[in-house]
């Protein structure tokens, strides 16, 4: 049991700078890579749009999209105060993140397949030079 209390222990003041460090890039990254994943849902929609279920074209993409819109704003509102949150709640929103991470790639995953399945040969290879 002294590996699960070692999990949950606070880091130490060394880790707490390299924990900062690393959350500092996070709030720098994050919402690059969700407006990277947010252009693409959208284009991929977009080129897909004649083809698809509304539910498929253009409901799912939306849904997707104010998610991942959400997340990118908290992300980038952290940067504010980047240097004064509490290494606790620095380790809280990394585990968020290690926990919403897969569960939205799965949704995008599922959208952007769903996606590709309808449509013709040509707009699938633009597709695929997209992603």
């Known amino acids: 049991m002294s590996w699960l209390s070692d999990i949950f222990a606070l880091p130490s003041a060394r880790e707490q700078a390299l924990l900062r460090e690393q959350y500092r890039f996070l709030t720098r990254l994050v919402p690059v890579m969700y407006a990277t994943i947010a ?34 704003s908290q992300w980038f509102r952290a940067r504010a105060y980047a240097d004064t949150i509490s290494p606790d709640e620095m380790v809280k929103q990394c585990r968020r993140l290690v926990i919403l991470a897969p569960v939205l790639s799965i949704g ?24």
């Open 39 to 72: 252009t693409v849902i959208v284009i991929l929609a977009y080129l897909f749009r004649s083809d698809t279920p509304v539910w498929l074209g253009i409901v799912a993409p939306t849904a997707i999209s104010l998610i991942i819109f959400t997340r990118a």
């Open 108 to 131: 995008i995953s599922a959208v952007l397949l769903g996606l590709m399945t309808s449509g013709d040969h040509s707009i699938l290879l633009l597709s695929l030079v997209v992603i």
